[in-house]
C-alpha cells in the first residue's frame, strides 16, 4: 500500500526558511517521481516541484526557482523540500505526490499525501 506523509510545516516569518519532508512507503521509491504541489485557500492546486526517479531530472515552478530545492535520499526513502527566501505567497498547505510513470509537470501523478500547512506571516 502506498503512503506518503508530509511533515515539516508551520508558521515561520517572510524571509524565514523550511523544510519539508515527505516519508514514503509501499513502493519501490528510486523508480517513482516524487513532486510537491500545493494549494492556497480558495486558489487551485499548483506543482511546485518534483524529482524524476529514473535520471534525477528536477523540476520547479517558475514562483519557486531558486529559493525552493527537492532533494530525495534513497536510504530513507524520503523527499524534501527545502524552502528559502519564503515569502506570504508561499502560504498554503503542501502534498507530496508519487508516480511510477510521471513527474509533474509532465504528467499527473497517481498517489497522494494528506498534506503540511505552510504560514509565512509577520
Not at 486558489?43 to 514562483?63: I, Q, W
Not at 526513502?77 to 502534498?95: G, R
Amino acid at each position: 500500500q502506498v503512503q506518503l506523509v508530509e511533515s515539516g510545516g508551520g508558521l515561520v516569518q517572510p524571509g524565514d526558511s523550511l523544510r519539508l519532508s515527505c516519508a514514503t512507503s509501499g513502493f519501490t521509491f528510486h523508480y517513482y517521481g516524487i513532486g510537491w504541489f500545493r494549494q492556497a485557500p480558495g486558489k487551485e492546486r499548483e506543482g511546485v516541484s518534483c524529482s524524476k526517479g529514473s535520471d534525477g531530472s528536477t523540476y520547479y515552478a517558475d514562483s519557486v526557482k531558486g529559493r525552493f530545492t527537492i532533494s530525495r535520499d534513497n536510504a530513507k526513502n524520503t523527499v524534501y523540500l527545502q524552502m528559502n527566501s519564503l515569502k506570504p505567497e508561499d502560504t498554503a498547505f503542501y502534498y507530496c505526490a508519487a508516480d511510477p510513470l510521471f513527474c509533474w509537470p509532465r504528467g499527473p501523478m497517481d498517489f497522494w499525501g494528506k498534506g503540511t500547512l505552510v504560514t509565512v506571516s509577520s
